[in-house]
């Protein structure tokens, strides 16, 4: 049996290098997220997706962290959201079995 997870979390290098350096929400959220290694660290998350796959055809569909970019970015939210889709189709490019 085929198993789809979708909505991941994920923030892509990029942006997540600029969550942490932009002051306010952005930064703060990145604070708060820095324990939880599979939002913002690939192979972590490659290396717990795998952990499903040995036992079940299991693929998780990746998608921008929450809150929303406007929340967390304000008026920057359009670079934000650049970074965010630029790394989320570098890695689809890059692995687009996985």
């Not at 994920?10 to 290694?37: C, T, V």
Request: aromatic share 10%; charged share 30%.
């Amino acid at each position: 049996m085929r198993f789809l997870d979708a909505f991941n979390h994920y923030f892509p290098q990029a942006m997540w290098d600029r969550m942490l350096s932009e002051e306010g929400a952005a930064r703060d959220i990145g604070k708060r997220m820095r324990n939880i290694p599979c939002i913002f660290d690939l192979p972590t998350r490659e290396r717990t997706v795998d952990l499903f796959r040995k036992d079940h055809d299991y693929q998780q569909v990746l998608s921008l962290g929450m809150p929303p970019l406007d929340i967390i970015a304000g008026d920057k939210s359009p670079e934000f959201a650049k970074l965010g889709n630029d790394g989320l189709a570098e890695l689809c490019a890059k692995d687009p079995v996985r």
